[in-house]
C-alpha cells in the first residue's frame, strides 16, 4: 500500500477493504442506455461511497418474475459512487436470466446487494499518464476509475472498443470527463488485433504511460500483454469478469491460473482479484 499524498488521497487505494455487509437498496433509477444495457442507480441509507472503491464489485440479489427465478447472486462492478452517501450505479448488459429479471424492477421497488468485493485498481498519485482500453461491460468496471484519476489531476488516453459506433456508449464512459479518446471499431477493421497493436505501440511510443488498465475482453488482454514486455516502464492491470457463485472466495468457482514471476498459482477472482497484473494472466490453463 502507498502512503497518502495530500490532495490526491483519492487516486490512492487501499486493497482488499473489508467491509463487506447486504445491503437493502432502493431503485432511485433503472433505464435503458441502448437496446442491451441498462442503467441502475440504487440509493441506501448506507455511506456506500467511502466504503466503495473503483474495480470492486457487488453481489446482486435480482428479483424473481413469474418465469425467471435467478438462484445466485450476480457480480456487478460498481459503475458510480456518489455524491450522496447511499448513491451505487450499475451499468448491465441484460445478458440472462438473472439480468433479464433484474430489468423489470421497476423504480421504488427494493433490492438486496452484497459489497464491496474484491480488490481495487492500483491508481497512484505520482502517475502522470495512464491508459485505459475498454471493451464491452469492461467500460462499466473502468468508469470509475476515470473519475478518479481526473479529480488527482492524472491525464487519460481512452482506447474504446466496439462491434459498431452505436455500440460504443462513449458518453456512458467519459461521463464529463476530458480524455484522448481513440475509438476502433469490428466494422471497419480498426479494432482487429493488428490494427489494435500499432495504435497502441504508437501512443505508448509518442507518450510514456505508467499504466495501462483493461477489462471486458480477454483477446485485448492478450494482446495488452503482448505488448507490455516491449514496455517495461508502463504496467498493466486487468479487472477479470469470471463465472462466479459465492463471491466471497468460498466456492472455488473462479479459481483461474496465474504466474507470478514463475510461480503458478491457482487465485480465486473474486477474493485475491477481480484485479490482477495483466503479465501474471495465464491465457490457456496448463495443468500439470
Ligand atoms: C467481477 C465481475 C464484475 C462484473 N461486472 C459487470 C458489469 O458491470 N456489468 C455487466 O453487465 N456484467 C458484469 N459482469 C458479468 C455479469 O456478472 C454477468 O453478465 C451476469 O452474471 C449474467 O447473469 P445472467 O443471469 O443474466 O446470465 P446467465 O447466463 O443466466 O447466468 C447464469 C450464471 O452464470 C453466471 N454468469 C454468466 N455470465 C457471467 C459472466 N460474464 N461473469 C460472471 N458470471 C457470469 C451468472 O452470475 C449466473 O450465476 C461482471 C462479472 C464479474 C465476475
Not at 438486496?112 to 464491452?136: K, Q, Y
Request: hydrophobic share 40%.
Amino acid at each position: 500500500m502507498h502512503p497518502p499524498v495530500p490532495g490526491a488521497e483519492s487516486a490512492c487505494f487501499q486493497r482488499n477493504a473489508q467491509s463487506v455487509a447486504s445491503y437493502r437498496c432502493e431503485v432511485a433509477e433503472h433505464r435503458w442506455v441502448n437496446d442491451r444495457y441498462k442503467y441502475l442507480k440504487l440509493s441506501a441509507t448506507a455511506d456506500l461511497a467511502s466504503l466503495t472503491k473503483p474495480g470492486q464489485f457487488y453481489q446482486l440479489k435480482c428479483p424473481t418474475t413469474s418465469d425467471l427465478k435467478p438462484f445466485l447472486l450476480r457480480p456487478m462492478s460498481v459503475y458510480g459512487i456518489g455524491p450522496e452517501e447511499g448513491t451505487i450505479e450499475f451499468l448491465y448488459n441484460v445478458a440472462g436470466v438473472g439480468t433479464h429479471a433484474l430489468a423489470h424492477l421497476p423504480v421504488g421497488d427494493h433490492m438486496d446487494i452484497v459489497g464491496p468485493l474484491g480488490n481495487t485498481f492500483a491508481l497512484e498519485p505520482s502517475f502522470r499518464r495512464i491508459m485505459v482500453v475498454a471493451r464491452g461491460v469492461g467500460l462499466a468496471t473502468m468508469a470509475p476509475l476515470l473519475q478518479h484519476a481526473a479529480k488527482a489531476g492524472i491525464k487519460i488516453t481512452a482506447v474504446m472498443s466496439a462491434r459498431a459506433p452505436r455500440d460504443l456508449m462513449r458518453d456512458e464512459f467519459l461521463r464529463g470527463i476530458e480524455a484522448e479518446v481513440h475509438c476502433i471499431y469490428d466494422s471497419d477493421g480498426s479494432s482487429s488485433v493488428e490494427a489494435a497493436d500499432v495504435l497502441i505501440r504508437r501512443l505508448l511510443d509518442e507518450e510514456h504511460h505508467d499504466i495501462i488498465y483493461t477489462c471486458g475482453s480477454h483477446r485485448v488482454l492478450m494482446l495488452l500483454q503482448h505488448i507490455l514486455v516491449d514496455y517495461p516502464h508502463t504496467r498493466g492491470e486487468v479487472a477479470m469478469e469470471q463465472r462466479m457463485a459465492c463471491g466471497m472466495g468460498v466456492c472455488l468457482s473462479c479459481v483461474r491460473l496465474f504466474d507470478r514471476d514463475g510461480d503458478k498459482q491457482f487465485l480465486r477472482v473474486c477474493r485475491e482479484g477481480p484485479v490482477f497484473p495483466i503479465c501474471d494472466v495465464v491465457g490457456e490453463v496448463e495443468f500439470g
